[in-house]
């Protein structure tokens, strides 16, 4: 089975050649990117609530970040090998295989390339 997710560009979710239907929109698909492109980081509910609505009062940023995070895991939950840890207040998304994202290919082509230089 074939799975790839491109961050460069528009974003899409391929899974044995089809187009995956990916719902989220605004600030939720926003965030789901962040995490995707930083999979295997914990990163802090709070720095993710001020990052993405900065101009709302704390309460009301954590409850949209919430909502944003219960609708980024019911579409995870489709998706093979990837799964979002949430715990002691840090968000974190595993990829079995991470290099089924754009953003790791680019990344690991850059510091072989640099490595070698």
């Known amino acids: 089975m074939s799975f790839s997710i491109r961050l460069f560009g528009a974003f ?5 050649g089809a187009l995956l239907k990916v719902n989220p929109r605004g600030s939720t698909l926003d965030i789901l990117c962040y995490l995707l492109a930083n999979a295997g980081k914990s990163i802090r509910r709070e720095k993710l609530s001020v990052m993405f609505w900065p ?3 704390e309460t009301s940023a954590c409850h949209l970040l ?10 995870l939950a489709k998706w093979p090998n990837v799964e979002m840890i949430s715990q002691a207040g840090v968000i974190q998304i595993d990829l079995a295989e991470p290099e089924v994202t754009d953003t790791y290919i680019l990344s690991h082509a850059v510091n072989t ?4 230089a």
């Open 12 to 16: 899409a979710v391929h899974s044995d």
């Open 66 to 75: 919430g909502t944003a995070l219960w609708r980024i895991r019911k579409v």
């Open 55 to 57: 101009d709302r009062p």
């Open 113 to 116: 390339a640099l490595a070698g």
